[in-house]
């Protein structure tokens, strides 16, 4: 196990849960084919903008490893603001000097978004030992530069999310906007599943940066849309739709964005490999599109450029023209968001498909 390649590794990431799961990979062999491969787990610097800690919370909640194996075997978490513990200026001081001892070696994932209004007063994270306020902003202008490869971990810290929803006084952006674009993976999701955090920082430790999407997700992933995997498709397919919660039928006219949401829900299962939102009679609210919320909204209510029966062939192209075809039919100020880059896709190098 300890010899696992790549392909693998992807094949068991993007298999179905219920037949074979990441749990496979971790046995405590991984652990060591973690430190050969990576010369010794490289620290990882957890830090957090504006969120609401369920990124973190969805880690903690990893079942395959479980977070003691997660922490002991596989990753060195070497400083993160609930688990860490320390205070004021040592707590900065500490963070600083795992940055400078690991330079070039060390993982930093941000969960949340970076408000920019008011020069980031707004997100104030502590204070250093000379007694100067310490900003998001400060700290990762200083700190971003040394790190070997950088995740934003959930909507937030990808896109702007929840945080950067409208009116957003914040002025809330996701990490790429300010940061070099393509050194940032994305790992959206309101939260991300724990697999795709967990299974990123695995390849990345084993193989290096995964293989992207046109907005920076690891395909092994967020390669398929919700949409073409749901149980409900067949009654899609039929225009069976339900009419109330609760109802059989595809949950298209309450509001699912399944149709332009990417990521392997349906298969890979929630809360260890139970159930999923559509599974749930919860319509898909689109969390890990680069639109949500403020496209994808409201959530009950059906997307009007989302066709009815009839668009499998180019069921994929909604998700990347959703943007265009949305922010036209809400106005001027989203179609800014859209053509100001908010939401748009980036170029992204690939060096082979999953
Ligand atoms: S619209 Fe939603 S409920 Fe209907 S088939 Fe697609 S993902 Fe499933
Ligand atoms: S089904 Fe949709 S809303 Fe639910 S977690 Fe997956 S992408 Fe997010």
Redesign the pocket.
Known sequence: MANIDRRQFLKLCTASAAAVGLSQLWVPAIGEAYRKAAGGNPPIIWIQGSACNGCSTSLVNTVHPDMRELLSEIIDLSFHPGLSSGAGNLFIDGLYRIATENKGKFILVVEGAIPLAHKGALNTIGEDSSGKAVTLIDLLKNISGSARFIIAVGSCASFGGISAAEPNYAECVGLEKFIEVNKVINIPGCPPHPDWIVGTLAHLLLYGPPVLDDYGRPKMFYGGL??NN????Q??DNSIFAKNFGEDG???YLG?K??LAHGDCPTRLWNSTSSWC?DVNA??IGCTDPSFPDLTMPFYKRMPE?KGPGITSTADAIGIGLGVATAAGLGAHLAGNYFTGRIGPRKHKEEEDV
């Open positions: 919700i949409h749901c149980p409900r498709r009654y899609f595809c949950l298209l699912c399944g149709p559509v319509p898909c989302i």
